[in-house]
């Protein structure tokens, strides 16, 4: 008989650390996945310490429940894992037990100790089959000794690096990281990443890699030349992927396999930082600057920072790569000699076919548009004549439905929504107003519900109506070279939309995406979905409706979002010889002059970056300081904000008088509780508070230790009402 030691999930309010002590028949090892009664419930757990200890007073041996089993087919996760979840749970201030167990598939939450056996045998004899097909097939793979058994003969097919694919590749080797790998779009990182963990996989037999990417479903590409080019190497069951648009027995056998070390390469979303991993030796954060490398509920981490730490932790290398780094991945790759710790390589240059003149960036002075117009004349123009050439546009704007608004002109009634402070947004193909932060969708009302008004009408512009207009006033030409039977004067324009409404049905991206590719749509219209990522070799025009609101924003990162936004879309026009002779990047602006498009002109990432930072600094804002928020819903707006300004006096008061806290409260600026930018979504009212250091660890100090008074400070008076609150480090809105 021993007392073990069990990480759980337990629930907040259960006021239970989330280690527990169980029964067990025998001792143990750290990591084992075991099924542990907890309440009426049954759940899974990990074993969190090597065994035992014996029964000390402490424990009341007759409360303590036994296990209910071991998934002994599972190996012990090991203790790098461990200490990745320890590190996530404190730096992100959420519970160890709620971040370890969220860490795994959901499936393996479930399972019991047969099944789990059951599903063990299963994938054993499927494995034995596809390595007796394999030998017998002369390449003679087995699981084992897959990079060894294979022959050089299936050496995959690479391109010969360029002059700075080569340098890059050689720093990557010499080096110790972590690295930034500082490339335009088209310079070919990608072929970096593939000649990386190739050489890994290939000295290293064992050696398993981990890439990371914002979006999968965006990117199939880059999956396809993945599995392209490793599955002759080390077997196509050795690439595996991690995301959210899996199955859960999908995820499950893909977390397993690398957990085992047959999989080699691990290709994923964020999530797949937390996969276990006992060989990790290389990780590449693709497009490192996307905000979903950020997670926006639970534990709200950062996979790119993570990336960082847990390269450290298991000694491997890390490449982050981007056109348009994060500021704060470019300030830390500044001289090493002015403090920076990450090696920036630079490739500059766009390879062959795309190699010629980026894309001419046009700037329309809105001012001298007519008023109310959508699209300027030269930007039509521009349109009209690529069409006329089979050439394919894309249009952008960040606002899906057909309007933000429907208002009444008379007695001044707006689309408002019953539930939240925002507005309706009116979607005109099944004539809806829908609330894009509760989803309270009704009927949009045949008169105005104010007046009775029947002429309501439409304030600014979305997708849907952008698609609408371009129809209209595309309707008059035709597509060359495509006389069909139905249309004997010349087929007529396409125009296609891609935005989160169209494409809710699984597998409908996919198929649009295909339609683009193989060139039946004319123009496509979009939000920001478009702009990332997709290699549609035919765009040769790229224009950006409406983009100035970032300039304008309360939020300090907006501009710096916007600028890698159209940076990247402006990547995605004449990447094609044969179509890339003159690509065009239209923006409409009411400040032409601004310095963010004279950089974008210029495709002056580093100008842009260095006039950012200025600003940062000046401002006393990240990288220059560290920020957590702490957000608080209640019912009502006073009790949201009087918690958190109750917390932030306790915090004075009570943790001044802690020894040795002086100090680190010294650190640390607590701003008012304000409501947030949209303060109400589905009755709930919401409000946050800025907490501020020019230290990291002074930031989390503080946080750790005010924990404790956030809790104490819920039972106050004043908070009645306060329904939960959450902190949020590195937050990146605010
Ligand atoms: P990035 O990831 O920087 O956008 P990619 O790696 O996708 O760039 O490369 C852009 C294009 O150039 C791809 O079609 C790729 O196959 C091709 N490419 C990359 N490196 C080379 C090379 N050394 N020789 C020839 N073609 C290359
Ligand atoms: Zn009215
Ligand atoms: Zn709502």
Known sequence: MAWISVLVHTPAHAALGPVLTYRSAGPLPSGTLVRVPLGKRETLGVVWQDTVQESSGEIDTDKVREISGVLDTVAPLGEAWQQLMRFTAQ?????????????????????????????????????????????????????????????????????????????????????????????????????????????????????????????????????????????????????????SGMTPAQRLAAWLSAHEGSARIVLGTRMAVFASMPQLQFIVVDEEHDPSYKSSEGARYSARDLAIYRAKLQGAKVVLGSATPSLESWYQSRPTSEGGRYQRLLMPGRIGASGQALPMVRRVDMNHQPRKAIFSLPLLEAIRSRVALGEQSMVFLNRRGYAPVLHCHDCGWKSECAHCSAFRVFHKADRTLRCHHCGFTERVPRACPGCGNPDIAPLGQGTEQIEEQLEALLADIRRPNTVSEAFPDGEPVRVARIDADTTRRKGSLQSQLAAVHSGDVDVLVGTQMIAKGHDFRRITLVAAINPDGALFSSDFRAPERLFSLLLQAAGRAGRDAAWGKSGEVWIQTFVPAHPLYAALKQYDYPSFAQSQLQEREQAGMPPFSFQALVRAEARSQEAAQAFLNAASANARQDMAAWEGWADVLAQVTLYSAVPMAIARVANVERAQMLVESPSRSALQRFLTGWQAVLHATRSQAECKGLIRWAIDVDPLAI
């Open 91 to 243: 730096y992100y201030q959420r519970s160890l037990g709620e971040v370890a167990l969220a860490a795994l598939p959901p499936q393996l939450r479930e399972l019991s100790p047969t099944q789990m056996h059951r599903r063990t045998l299963r994938a054993q004899r499927s494995a034995e089959k596809s390595a007796q097909t394999a030998s017998t097939s002369a390449s003679g793979r087995s699981h084992h000794v897959a990079a060894v058994a294979v022959p050089v003969a299936s050496e995959p097919a690479a391109p010969s690096l360029t002059r700075e694919q080569a340098d890059a590749v050689t720093r990557i080797a010499a080096e110790d990281g972590p690295f930034l790998l500082f490339g335009a779009t088209g310079s070919g990182k990608t072929e970096v990443y593939l000649n990386c963990v190739q050489s890994l996989l290939t000295q290293n037999p064992q050696a398993q890699a981990l890439v990371m990417v914002p979006e999968i479903n965006l990117t199939p590409q880059l999956e396809e030349r993945f599995r392209e080019r490793f599955t002759p190497l080390v077997g196509a069951d050795a690439v595996v992927s991690l995301h």
